[in-house]
C-alpha cells in the first residue's frame, strides 16, 4: 500500500509516495482495472506538508559544494586584472514563505520567497600592468544575497517507479552585494570587482543550488519508497506498489492507483476487474487510502499460507475464554472437556483450516472461514492428551477502526455451523449440553477473543513500522461492497525529515 506514508520537499516529500510516474507511462485503454490500492492527498495535506519546506531548502544550499569562480578582464592602464574567489560556504541562511500549487495535469510547482543567504569565502585578485608590474592580494569576502527560488517538480516513470524531474529550477535575484575585508578596500576596487563577478557568480549559485535540489529530491525518493516497500513487507509477504495507471494531478488533489497485489513465495494473485472510480473518493480530508476486496483477501490468503492464522490461549486466558454463561452449565461441560484438570495445565488451539474468504460490505468486512479448535490437557510427566476436537465454519461481520494508535476490530455479527466434533468425555456425541455451550462460549467470548488478538497482532505489526510515531487525527475506516476506505488528517512527523538528514547529509 502507499502507507505510508511521507516526506517530500516540502509538498513532493510524500508526493512521491502517491505519485510513481507521469503519463509518459502507457497503460492500455482500460488504466482502473488492475487497481488494487489508491492514494488521494488534498491541497490542505500539500500546503501543511510544505511548512517543512525550509529544512530540505536550508539542506540544499548548505550542501551544495561551490566550486572556485575564476575570471579576468582587460583594464586600460591597469592591463589584465585576475581574480579567484575560493572556500565559498554560506551562513546565516533563512527563508521568509513557500507557496506550492498543484498545476493540472502538470507539474507541483513550489514558490521559495525571499532567501536570504550570506555567502563568505577567500578573494585573490591581481594585476599585471606596464612594465611587468604584477601584484597579488587575498582578502576575505562576504556576499549579501536575497533570492526567490522557483520549482517546477515533474514526475517520469521507469520501471513502474518514479524519477522526479526538478531541473526546472529557477534563481532570481533581488539582492547580490560584495563586501571585501569588511569594505577597508578602497570604493574603486570593490565596484571593480562587484561588476566582474556578479554575473559568473548568479549562473554558479544557480547551478550549484538548483543541482543540490534534484540531487536531494532523488534521494528523498529513494528515501520514501524504502519506507513504503518496509511498511507493506513483514517476512516472506509483499505488497506490490507497482503502477497500476498514470498519476492525477488536479488543482485540489494528487492521486495514485497501484496494483496492490500479494506476493508470497510462489503465491500471488493478479487483479483484473477492480471496481475504482475516482468518484468514489472526496475532497474533505487530508489523506485517503482506497484498498479493493481483492488486496485485503490476498493479505488474508497470504497469511493463511505462512501459518499465521493461529492463535493459543493458556492460564488465564483460557479461563475468561470458558467461564462465562450459566455457573452450572458452564461447570458441568468444563468438567467434562478438562476431566478436572486445572487451566494452567491445559492449553488451547485455534486455527484457519482453509483460506479465508473475504467479502466487503456496507456493514463491514464479512469473514468466512473453516476453523479448527483443539484443547489439550498436559498431565505432569505424560503426553498430552487432546479432550476435544472440532471444525466449524464460522462467518462473522467485522468493523474496524484506528483510535490511539490502535486498531480496533468489532464483531457485530456471526454465524457458527459445526461440521466436526470429538470429545473424549462424549465419544457419542450425544449429550447436547457440551454442544450447546461451545456454541455459545465461541459466539459470545470466542470470536470477540480471536478478533481482538488478531487486531493486537496488526497494531504491533504496524507500530513496528513506526506508525504509532505518526499524528494521525480523527481517522475513519468506512467498507463499501467490494472496497474499503481509509480517510484521515494528519500532523507531519518532523522527524521522518529529521531521520532522512541525518541519513543522507
Request: aromatic share 10%.
Amino acid at each position: 500500500m502507499c502507507w505510508a506514508g511521507r516526506m517530500m520537499l516540502g509538498t513532493f516529500r510524500i508526493l512521491l509516495v502517491l505519485v510513481h510516474a507521469s503519463a509518459a507511462c502507457g497503460f492500455g485503454l482500460f488504466p482502473y482495472g488492475a487497481t488494487g490500492i489508491v492514494c488521494r492527498m488534498t491541497k490542505p495535506a500539500a500546503l501543511l506538508l510544505n511548512q517543512e519546506t525550509a529544512q530540505v531548502i536550508q539542506a540544499a544550499f548548505r550542501n551544495a559544494k561551490f566550486p572556485n569562480i575564476t575570471g579576468e578582464r582587460s583594464m586600460r592602464l591597469l592591463g589584465k586584472v585576475a581574480y579567484a574567489l575560493t572556500n565559498i560556504q554560506v551562513n546565516d541562511l533563512s527563508i521568509e514563505k513557500s507557496e506550492v500549487e498543484l498545476k493540472e495535469d502538470s507539474a507541483i510547482h513550489i514558490g521559495i520567497k525571499n532567501v536570504t543567504a550570506l555567502f563568505k569565502g577567500t578573494l585573490t585578485y591581481g594585476y599585471a600592468g606596464a612594465w611587468f608590474l604584477q601584484l597579488f592580494h587575498s582578502v576575505d569576502f562576504e556576499i549579501e544575497s536575497s533570492i526567490d527560488l522557483m520549482l517546477n517538480i515533474k514526475l517520469m516513470c521507469q520501471k513502474d517507479q518514479v524519477v522526479p524531474d526538478a531541473s526546472d529550477c529557477y534563481l532570481t535575484f533581488h539582492k547580490l552585494t560584495l563586501h571585501l575585508q569588511g569594505d577597508k578596500q578602497p570604493g574603486w576596487l570593490k565596484q571593480l570587482f562587484t561588476d566582474f563577478i556578479s554575473f559568473t557568480l548568479k549562473l554558479v549559485l544557480k547551478r550549484e543550488v538548483c543541482k543540490e535540489i534534484n540531487g536531494l529530491t532523488q534521494m528523498l525518493t529513494n528515501f520514501v519508497l524504502d519506507l513504503a516497500a518496509n511498511f507493506v513487507r513483514d517476512k516472506d509477504i509483499i505488497v506490490d506498489l507497482s503502477l497500476a495507471s498514470d498519476p492525477v494531478i488536479k488543482a485540489s488533489y494528487v492521486e495514485s492507483h497501484h496494483k496492490g497485489f500479494v506476493l508470497y513465495k510462489n503465491y500471488s494473485s493478479v487483479l483484473s476487474d477492480s471496481v475504482f472510480s475516482p468518484s468514489l473518493l472526496t475532497e474533505s480530508r487530508m489523506l485517503y487510502f482506497w484498498l479493493s476486496e481483492h488486496s485485503l483477501s490476498s493479505l488474508a490468503s497470504a497469511a493463511f499460507l505462512d501459518g499465521r492464522l493461529m492463535l493459543t490461549l493458556r492460564g488465564e486466558k483460557l479461563q475468561v475464554l470458558f467461564e462465562m454463561g450459566d455457573p452450572e452449565e458452564q461447570r458441568k461441560a468444563v468438567q467434562m472437556i478438562f476431566q478436572g484438570t486445572s487451566y494452567n495445565d491445559s492449553v488451547a488451539q485455534v486455527w484457519s483450516l482453509s483460506h479465508p474468504q473475504i467479502s466487503l460490505q456496507p456493514e463491514g468486512t464479512v469473514v468466512k472461514s473453516l476453523v479448527a479448535v483443539e484443547v489439550s490437557i498436559l498431565p505432569a510427566g505424560e503426553e498430552p492428551l487432546v479432550s476435544l476436537y472440532m471444525e466449524k465454519e464460522i462467518t462473522v461481520t467485522i468493523q474496524a477502526a484506528y483510535a490511539e494508535n490502535k486498531l480496533i476490530l468489532q464483531p457485530v455479527d456471526s454465524s457458527i455451523e459445526i461440521k466436526v466434533f470429538k470429545c473424549t468425555a462424549d465419544p457419542s456425541g450425544n449429550d447436547p449440553s457440551i454442544q450447546n455451550f461451545l456454541q455459545n462460549m465461541i459466539s459470545v467470548v470466542g470470536i470477540p477473543e480471536v478478533t481482538s488478538s488478531i487486531g493486537s497482532a496488526l497494531t504491533s505489526l504496524m507500530n513496528s513500522k513506526r506508525l504509532n510515531l505518526f499524528d494521525i487525527i480523527n481517522p475513519e475506516i468506512i467498507t463499501r461492497k467490494g472496497y474499503v476506505i481509509v480517510q484521515l488528517d494528519f500532523g507531519f512527523p518532523s522527524h521522518v525529515l529529521l531521520n532522512f538528514l541525518e541519513k543522507y547529509l
